[in-house]
């Protein structure tokens, strides 16, 4: 074949395939569910913008404090300022103080925090983080800090400063649907589990949840929970969570095409991450409210598949992307602003 007869070959072909592709599309030949997806799956921001700086800045005001281990000084001091901003952003706020016993002995001092927008409403959706850090950084790489505390800008922090951002926005936009309201819950004393240089494990995790799901009001049924666990850190992405599937699946769709409507799909790819232990269990499994985790999961990190900095002395402020605060942030408002 002379080249010539190559190149007019090879054009007959490409203008073959194209012709195909468009008499395929025209054939209509995607089925209903994936016409369903796909309409779900639209850009079609709504509701207010979710101002990343200030998700940012919540997590510095709480890194400020210190390490909020629990029984310190940081601790109580952090709790009574997350209790002003939910206030000042007019949540009607309330403390449930309990003395749990971590899988050492210690008797811990847990305050979950708990703030309701637009208290009146019926239909309401339950958001929830923790906010205490870890005592221990033992997955540091350097052994030498093991049993120093972590300062926890994304873990702890980061979660509480996207829902403080969100309640602030609820107050300033004031058109979320009247019908809906939101509960914000902080839980305490999730990052109390045992250390790994500790041989034992079991229940230990997720003590402030666990209290809270075992306490909740008769007759308080929000329609489903969101779970914000680490979701500040760079390079973070949110994969569809194993528990999360199996107890509430409907929300993890729900959630995740929340995230393509608002532009942010890429950070919430369509693929499956790990089973985790997490605050959402006890939510899921005693308090019986379909609560999915929007949990950062980094399938080709080495250090831990929670990112290079989980219980590590470097979870700091110097480590967080407020692109992935605002990412998580405008998923929330689009699912929110969504419910009818
Ligand atoms: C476990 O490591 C068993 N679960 C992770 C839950 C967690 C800890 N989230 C933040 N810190
Ligand atoms: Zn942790």
């Known amino acids: 074949m002379t080249k010539k007869m190559k190149i007019i070959l090879g054009l007959v072909v490409a203008a073959g395939v194209v012709a195909g592709a468009i008499s395929y599309k025209n054939a209509n030949t995607t089925s209903p569910e994936i016409q369903e997806v796909e309409e779900a799956e639209k850009l079609n921001p709504v509701g207010p913008a979710f101002n990343a700086d200030s998700a940012l800045a919540y997590c510095a005001a709480q890194c400020d404090f210190g390490p909020r281990v629990m029984n310190s000084e940081a601790h109580d001091k952090c709790g009574e300022w ?65 049993r120093k505390p972590v300062m926890g800008a994304n873990d702890g922090a980061s979660g509480v400063a996207v829902m403080l951002e969100i309640a602030r926005q609820l107050q300033a936009d004031k058109k979320l649907n009247p019908n809906i309201g939101v509960d914000f819950v902080c839980f305490d004393t999730e990052d109390w589990g045992t250390p790994q240089y500790v041989q034992d494990d079991g229940d230990t995790w997720a003590l402030g949840a666990q209290y809270w799901s075992e306490n909740k009001p008769e007759g308080y049924n929000p329609r489903f929970g969101i779970l914000l666990d680490m979701v500040g850190g760079q390079g973070a992405k949110f994969y569809r969570e194993g ?76 480590h967080l992307d407020k692109n992935v605060l605002k990412a998580v942030g405008q998923t929330v408002i689009q699912v929110l602003y969504t419910e009818e």
């Not at 002003?84 to 811990?108: H, M, N, P, R, W």
């Not at 985790?276 to 308090?287: F, G, L, Q, R, S």
């Open 82 to 146: 997350i209790v002003s901003k939910f206030k000042q952003f007019g949540c009607e706020v309330e403390t449930q103080k309990a003395d749990l016993k971590g899988y050492d002995g210690t008797i811990l001092k847990n305050t979950n925090i708990i703030a309701h927008y637009n208290p009146k409403a019926e239909n309401r959706i339950l958001l929830c983080a923790h906010w205490d850090s870890r005592p221990w950084a033992d997955n540091d790489p350097d052994s030498t800090n093991w």
């Open 243 to 318: 528990m999360s599937m199996q107890y509430a699946g409907g929300i993890v769709k729900k959630v995740w095409a929340a995230a393509r409507q608002a532009g942010f799909g890429s950070y919430f790819p369509k693929s499956d991450g790990g089973m985790i232990t997490d605050d959402h269990i006890p939510v899921n499994e005693k308090a019986k409210i379909p609560t999915v985790d929007v949990i950062a999961y980094y399938p080709d990190c080495q250090q831990s598949s929670f990112g290079p900095t989980w219980h590590t002395v470097s979870d700091d402020m110097a």
